[in-house]
């Protein structure tokens, strides 16, 4: 079993930067291939960001590409989402996910969800 919390959300102006956080519990997070997904209000959720288990590797919606950084510590048991750049449009909840394959991309089904944390840009 992993835990996921995620924490870090928040309000923020268009044009500004969020950083969010997962902290996983377990001695297998180095085991573990991280995502990042978010929903908003009446959509579907969807990926946003992947990361492989060393870090080597990392995968991008298209929508997000260029604004934000997948990243994890695997000393802490961390993986992080900083965002950049924010549009009204990346208002959602975010998700923090796990998977036991190597990479992570937007076809990986995750095995563990953290509960959300929300982001809300004003514009």
């Known amino acids: 079993q992993v835990q996921l919390v995620e924490s870090g959300g928040g309000l923020v102006q268009a044009g500004g930067s969020l950083r969010l956080s997962c902290a996983a519990s377990g001695r297998t997070f180095s085991s573990n291939a991280m995502g990042w997904f978010r929903q908003a209000p009446g959509k579907e959720r969807e990926f946003v960001a992947g990361i492989s288990r060393s870090g080597g590797s990392t995968f991008y919606a298209d929508s997000v590409k260029g604004r934000f950084t997948i990243s994890r510590d695997n000393a802490k048991n961390t993986v992080y989402l900083q965002m950049n750049s924010l549009k009204s449009e990346d208002t959602a909840v975010y998700f923090c996910?796990?998977?036991?394959?190597?990479?992570?991309?937007?076809?990986?089904?995750?095995?563990?969800w953290g509960q959300g944390t929300q982001v809300t840009v004003s514009s």
């Open positions: 996910a796990s998977s036991g394959r190597i990479y992570f991309t937007a076809a990986v089904t995750p095995t563990y």
